[in-house]
């Protein structure tokens, strides 16, 4: 479970993040929605602590990512927007070098990369240097990276960008498995159609706040006709009941 208390953040005179707070609960897919420029990826790089909160904390099963940040990431899963891999290394060789890294060696390291490899359908190309590789096929290496160490959390930073259709579908799927295996996932977008296909709960930042919160049919029901686009609308101008 994630738990996000009163994040706040500035970069001198610009306030990327006033106050953002919500939870995300185990078995359920929680869509961080908001305008580009809103504060999401500022939010979701202090909730896996690449930056550091001015106000605020967030906590990940308990653990606060500030205060204690190695067991905080241990639990944590993260697919940062625009995530770099090594080009000179294999997919393979990716993936083994997290998984080192959060304490994994040997034949269970071996056998967990096998799991990930056979679950994204990366057999074709996990053994191939990563250069070169089309979005999609980086997108699955970036994706075996972060649940290598079976993180019971994963957050993903708008991961459909600069997919096609095929690869937008196939990463829907594995986000649902995730779900129904129990996971907590969190994920930013701008795309309303994406939010609303995935979503359990929803929480809407505009302006570096929370403006609106719920499941997409509450927030739905908070405008005449029920349109979640609508309700968005409403919610990031101030008029939502």
Same mark, same amino acid.
Do not use: W
């Given at each position: ?29 929680? *869509? ?34 500030? /205060? ?17 891999? +090594? ?9 083994? +070098?997290?998984?080192? #890294? ?20 990366? *057999? ?22 972060? /649940? ?23 990463? !829907?799927?594995?986000?649902?498995? #995730? ?6 996932? #969190? ?34 029901? !908070? ?19």
């Amino acid at each position: 479970m994630i738990v996000v208390e009163g994040l706040a953040k500035r970069f001198g005179e610009v306030v990327a993040v006033a106050d953002v707070g919500f939870e995300a609960a185990d078995g359920r897919i929680t *869509g961080l929605l908001g305008p580009n420029g809103a504060g999401k990826s500022t939010t979701l790089r202090m909730l896996y602590g690449a930056l550091r909160p001015d106000r605020g904390r967030a906590l990940v099963d308990g653990h606060d990512v500030a /205060l204690d940040p190695m067991g905080a990431l241990a639990r944590l899963g993260v697919l940062p927007h625009g995530a770099g891999i +090594y080009p000179h290394l294999t997919a393979r060789e990716n993936v083994r +070098y997290f998984g080192e #890294l959060h304490g994994l060696r040997g034949a269970a390291l071996e056998r967990r990369i096998d799991e990930l490899l056979e679950a994204l359908e990366m *057999g074709a190309f996990a053994d191939r240097r990563t250069k070169g590789f089309s979005q999609g096929q980086k997108l699955k290496v970036a994706l075996a990276r972060a /649940l290598v160490h079976s993180p019971r959390n994963v957050v993903l930073d708008e991961p459909t960008n600069g997919l096609d259709v095929l690869a937008t579908r196939s990463l !829907r799927e594995l986000i649902r498995r #995730l779900r129904d295996a129990g996971h907590c996932v #969190l994920f930013s977008s701008h795309v309303m159609q994406e939010v609303a296909a995935l979503c359990d709960e929803i929480v809407i930042v505009g302006g570096g706040r929370v403006v609106a919160r719920g499941t997409p049919a509450e927030i739905g029901a !908070r405008v005449q006709g029920g349109s979640l686009e609508d309700a968005f609308v409403a919610a990031l101008s101030g008029d939502a009941a």
